[in-house]
């Protein structure tokens, strides 16, 4: 379905589609050509201190790892082996001393070559050079670890555009990585994402944020990659900072004592994973119950955020509802989501 709303002065500033938001076309289109092509956040660079350190992770069906190989470098690669597809490491971070494929044994050097195939037989025509893992491209910045799956993707300062001079001020290689916790919410990426770069919902649906923010001053603004969130306290909290999204799935909130990332993962047309790392300043042992309990307040946030938007999922699948108005004041960050959406749609 094409979307032909552009933003032009006295014309109104509307939504996306509502059918995009569950649309098997549309969800095929947004896989091959934003997540094929964006640099995704993998994790945390403390995870991959030594050689043999990896990190293994999931893009809509496309399994990745990071592994840092003997000479001290980074390496990218599907997690597929070239024999019959099976996988070489389980998700998530860890150590690995010899890529072996679980399905027939085949064996990798940590540069993707590979190496052993154990009673492969003889044949001719095989040549163990051919069928080398496919490599992903890698990149890091400020402590965290990045992949693409474009081997000739461009720059990835370039893909986080002003994110790089929003956290300048934030002494992010300083702070560890402390905890990891997975969501899982029935609804499209997008409807999540529409919600995460507003403020506008926070009076309806966070009473204990809005009690601690000031919402008259509240702005959000859409500019060259990302969109930023600026909320005035009210008093001192944990919500002092900046809170940040970027193009196309990747939050980042910074604050003076630590930070907060998350990476919206589309699962289906219908539901969506969140992965939320959590990084402090001071990780000392009396300090583990403070930490503790601003974790569980953000997590508690991010539930606060599911049942209305699966609710709102269940109303554009419904059929009924087409676009919307976009708020001038609160929701340039949803303009801004949505222009970079189609323009990347090319529709």
């Keep these: ?44 660079l403390s995870a991959l201190q030594k050689p043999g350190d990896y990190m293994a992770i999931e893009i809509l069906g496309w399994r990745v790892f990071v592994i840092r190989n003997r000479e001290g470098a980074l390496k990218g690669f599907h ?9 070489l490491l389980d998700e998530g971070r860890g150590h690995c ?38 490599p992903v491209k890698v990149a890091t910045w400020r402590g965290l670890v990045f ?21 300048a001020p ?28 507003e403020g506008y919902h926070i009076p309806g649906i966070h009473a204990g944020l809005n009690a601690m923010v000031d919402m ?7 500019r060259n990659r990302i969109v930023v969130m600026e909320a005035p306290q009210k008093a001192t909290s944990i919500y002092g900072g900046v809170w940040t999204w970027c193009f196309p799935n990747m939050t980042l909130s910074v604050y003076p004592d630590g930070m907060n990332t998350s990476r919206i993962l589309p699962i289906d047309p219908k539901r969506s994973r ?3 790392n959590f990084y402090f300043r001071d990780v000392a042992a009396e300090g583990a119950e403070a930490r503790r309990r601003t974790i569980e307040t953000n997590c508690a946030i991010v539930r606060e955020d599911f049942g209305i938007c699966e609710t709102a999922q269940g109303n554009l699948d419904a059929g009924r509802y087409d676009r919307g108005p976009l708020s001038p004041r609160h929701e340039d960050g949803v303009r801004y989501f949505h222009e970079l959406v189609r323009a990347a749609l090319a529709v």
């Design 97 to 134: 001393d010899v890529l072996r494929c679980r399905y027939h044994l085949w064996v990798y050097d940590s540069d993707g070559n590979l190496r052993r195939t154990p009673a492969f037989g003889e044949a001719d025509w095989f040549d163990k050079k051919d069928y080398g893992l496919f």
């Design 216 to 222: 008259e001053n509240f702005r959000t603004t859409g």
């Design 147 to 167: 992949v693409n799956l474009n081997m000739e993707a461009g720059p990835l300062e370039a893909a986080l555009g002003d994110l790089i001079d929003e956290c």
């Design 274 to 276: 969140l992965v939320y």
């Design 170 to 197: 934030y002494p992010m290689e300083g702070f560890t990585f402390v905890r990891e916790e997975v969501f899982d919410i029935a609804c499209n990426w997008k409807t999540y994402t529409d919600n995460f770069v």
């Design 79 to 87: 997690n597929v082996c070239r024999h019959r597809a099976g996988p």
């Design 1 to 44: 379905m094409p979307d032909q709303t552009i933003a032009t002065k006295g014309q109104p500033v509307l939504t996306l589609p509502g059918a995009w938001y569950s649309d098997p076309e549309i969800f095929a289109a947004e896989r091959a050509r934003i997540f094929a092509k964006s640099w995704q956040l993998a994790g945390p």
